[in-house]
């Protein structure tokens, strides 16, 4: 069994400012995690993946996170937001890995991350 | 146990052919997605529904396109295959992130692997 609880329903930062979107997880294997975007109207987008190599991984548009085993934690960084980062942010578990296809993703329910000027 | 049907699982088809991958859920299921996976990689999204009658693209860029006519089926179309559409392709559905923020689950159907010489 796998869950993956997002801390915070919304984040509000000013620009310029880290951003930091907390996740933690729970599975019986040792997990894929995934952080996923989505802005207004569009579709999911990968940020960055943690599949067992290093632990922390940088992901595009500057965003990273670190995989904590001890902590069961993957949170989502950033060290200075900008306007076009606001939109909803997905942290995701993935079944256990070598089994050659996802057969089960479970989504957080989302942090929505608000940017002011 | 999830209801969620995909055929063919297996496809070999030569270049130029018009081909057509079912999905179909049980489940009454609001969303439905698919997504593209290469072996050993991550699931990228080419498209997904919120209902009847919707369609939108994913963040992978695709060929292919899908329709949603009925709540229960999602089929994907490519007009002319290319080798370069040879992959997995995998549906899934959810029934969406529920009132209060209950994590969304995606449950995934078997996928059909396509092969284009």
């Known amino acids: 069994a796998q869950s993956v609880t997002q801390l915070d329903s919304h984040v509000s930062v000013s620009e310029g400012t880290p951003v930091l979107l907390r996740c933690n997880y729970s599975?019986?294997?040792?997990?894929?995690l995934f952080w996923y975007v989505q802005h207004p109207n569009k579709g999911l987008q990968l940020l960055l993946k943690?599949?067992?190599?290093?632990?922390l991984v940088k992901g595009i548009n500057g965003f990273e996170a670190e995989f904590k085993k001890s902590e069961t934690s993957f949170h989502l960084t950033k060290p200075s937001a900008h306007m076009s980062d606001a939109a909803e942010y997905f942290c995701?578990?993935?079944?256990?890995?070598?089994?050659?296809?996802?057969?089960?993703?479970?989504f957080g329910s989302g942090t929505q991350l608000t940017v002011l000027p | 146990e999830a209801d969620i049907y995909q055929t063919p699982r297996y496809l070999v088809i030569g270049t130029g052919k018009k081909i057509t991958l079912e999905c179909s859920q049980t489940?009454?299921?609001?969303?439905m997605y698919w997504y593209q996976q290469d072996p050993g990689m991550e699931l990228h999204l080419i498209h997904y529904?919120?209902?009847?009658?919707?369609?939108e693209k994913g963040d992978l860029s695709s060929e292919s396109t899908v329709s949603r006519i009925r709540t229960e089926h999602f089929p994907l179309t490519l007009e002319s295959a290319r080798p370069s559409h040879t992959s997995q392709y995998l549906c899934?559905?959810?029934?969406?992130?529920?009132?209060?923020?209950?994590?969304?689950?995606?449950?995934f159907g078997p996928g059909t692997r396509l092969l284009v010489l």
């Open positions: 489940m009454g299921h609001d969303k």
């Open positions: 943690y599949t067992s190599a290093a632990t």
């Open positions: 529904s919120y209902g009847v009658n919707s369609t």
């Open positions: 599975s019986s294997y040792s997990p894929s």
């Open positions: 899934a559905s959810s029934r969406g992130v529920l009132a209060g923020g209950t994590q969304e689950t995606q449950y």
């Open positions: 995701v578990v993935s079944g256990p890995r070598g089994t050659g296809s996802a057969r089960q993703l479970t």
